[in-house]
């Protein structure tokens, strides 16, 4: 946040992995509980591509637009590699700080941790569980989204954009700052009214730990 909190989505690896889609479905729930007199949100991720640069969240934005009315734009802006510290890297380094000569045995030894592990206004600490997370991957596959092609007519460079600027009617992107937008092209519109997206949940239930790990 812009006022200095911080919020953590945790959960173990019985309740989720690590993939877009959760990371997206992290991503919806924080855009959606944002205040009604917040109208505009700048993201800065990594270039990772199994997390944020992929079409994955890129659907899992436009579904968070369609549910927040007062939400007119989501900016998401791709930090160059190598230079990719940001704030967040605070929290990792305040919590990894927190839990050096500390026993850590179990899930909510670790929320107290990441909570606490700022004194002055500690870290809000959201558990999660299998039922969080959406299919977002499903989502993308719905005949209002289309995100292969931009208004030029190529194939969109995933791995290559530094900056996509989502609004409820179109979207765009660009590879270099330096560059004027193209537009992803859409199948139809996408409008808060008629998105087309339809969520189903990610897991049917908890997943397995691996036999090595029980060992």
């Not at 509980?33 to 079409?55: A, H, K």
Request: net charge neutral; proline share 4%.
């Amino acid at each position: 946040h812009g006022n200095g909190k911080g919020k953590c989505f945790a959960w173990t690896e019985v309740e989720g992995k690590r993939g877009s889609c959760e990371i997206a479905s992290c991503i919806i729930s924080y855009i959606c509980s944002l205040p009604l007199s917040v109208t505009e949100v700048i993201l800065f991720s990594d270039c990772c591509s199994g997390q944020n640069r992929n079409r994955f969240m890129f659907t899992g934005i436009l579904y968070a637009l369609s549910k927040c009315p007062h939400i007119q734009k989501v900016q998401q802006k791709f930090l160059v590699p190598g230079h990719t510290e940001m704030e967040v890297d605070s929290i990792h380094s305040a919590i990894e700080t927190a839990q050096k000569g500390i026993d850590v045995y179990t899930e909510y030894d670790w929320l107290n941790l990441i909570r606490l592990a700022r004194r002055h206004k500690p870290y809000q600490v959201i558990h999660l569980d299998h039922t969080f997370f959406y299919d977002v991957k499903q989502m993308t596959e719905a005949p209002s989204i289309n995100p292969h092609c931009n208004s030029n007519g190529e194939k969109v460079r995933w791995k290559d954009i530094c900056n996509i600027e989502y609004t409820p009617d179109v979207v765009k992107c660009h590879y270099d700052f330096d560059e004027e937008f193209m537009i992803i092209q859409v199948k139809r519109i996408v409008t808060r009214q008629n998105c087309g997206l339809q969520p189903k949940q990610l897991y049917d239930g908890r997943l397995l730990i691996s036999k090595e790990k029980k060992g």
